[in-house]
């Protein structure tokens, strides 16, 4: 996965568009567009980000009026001598100048390419790299803040931290063993477990961050329960603002989860509509009640759907066992049907799903069930399952760690149970070592071609 310095090029953005951007990057950048390129001057001898008017022409044919964008190593985003041709959005133009560019010496790109010249001439660390892709992706305010936060390196700059202390612990220790003879004792064992413990936490709180990162992530699951003919697909379907789930008075007519997607209060929900709980022969309705509760189980909220015209006809209490973690939300339909001066109980929220009656509230309680503020303020938030394993890892190594001071290991020994610590967390961001060709290409496989 470790490129040469070739020079590289590919469309950097989406085709089809009023205008498109072609971005060249190598040693060989400046001199390859200079073959197609004709502007007032050479781009060889322009000064780095600088903007050029000019055509781009094969022999006395022009293809197109260009502007070309200068960027000088290591002042780029690759930290190569790089140059973007905007061009118009016609996939004819964009198809020409790349043939012309891969005749003058250029190659196309393999995805994620760029990006991966970026980490290797240390623009960005490993993590960044991974947020440019989530970036990319997003789908939402939330999702968008969260690869923002880690792109421009806060979350690096708290591991780096982290990472420095345990490396000034095992520094201490090692020193120890210079004047072994003398029996010195440099860090002394009480500071040494408070820093260790201290460090633990802040690993703790990184780690326990990644529910709510990869529910932001992912899409926070949202699972609709209840007895058949509630009106489950009739809220979904109102929800999405759309008739996506087939909605009948027979009773067991969803039979399988379907799940759709939705973006409120800038967080994207997957909604997933269940089959009816209730008591049956038919075995694939019984099939499809067994995923009803495995939806119940993944599920980050639960809408418990009840009937305002049958409160009895409800699903038992005790299928709603859900983990601390979990947020359930009652809500009550068909207030529209309900019998003459129905109201809805204290903690629930009523609506009418078939004419949208209370939806707005059910909406409010959604997204407060998901807290975003930490995200939108630059708190750090784990969403990269990636990085979760990583910091699991230093956290068991850490307990050995502990484990061994309370065994009154050696300070030789004692720092090599703090090594690894320290190289799980230079995983996630790839500093102190390159990370390993199968890691690199499993990550940057992902990418889009033009990134």
Known sequence: MIPDHDT???????????????????????????????????????????????TVAEGDRTIDDVLATVFRAPHSYTGEDSVEISCHGSRYI???????????????AAPGEFTIRAYLAGKIDLSQAEAVADLIASSSRADHALATNQMRGGYSEELEGLRDKLLQLTSLLELELDFSEEDVEFADRTALRETMERIGGEIDRLRNSFALGNAIKEGVAVAIVGAPNVGKSTLLNRLLNEDRAMVSEIAGTTRDVIEEQA?????????????????????????????????????????????????EGDIPAAEFTLRQEQRLLTVINKLDAAPEGFRPMKGTIGISARRGDGIEALCRALRDAVDTEGVYHGETVVSNSRHYEALTAARQSLASALEGLDRGLPADLLSEEIRPVISRLGEITGRGAIAPDEVLENIFSKFCIGK
């Open 263 to 311: 973006n409120i209060g800038g967080v994207r929900f997957r909604f997933l509509d269940t089959a009816g709980i209730r008591a049956t022969g038919d075995r694939l309705e019984r099939m499809g009640i067994e995923r009803t509760m495995e939806s119940i189980r993944r599920a980050q909220v639960v809408i418990r759907l009840l009937d305002a015209r049958d409160l």
């Open 8 to 54: 590289i090029v590919a469309p950097a953005t989406a085709p089809g568009g009023a205008i498109t951007v072609v971005r060249v990057s190598g040693t060989e950048a400046l001199a390859c567009c200079d073959r197609i390129f004709r502007g007032r001057e050479p781009l060889a001898a322009a000064a780095g980000y600088t903007v050029h008017y000019g």
């Open 94 to 108: 964009v198809a020409e100048i790349l043939r012309l560019l891969l005749a003058a010496g250029a190659r196309m």
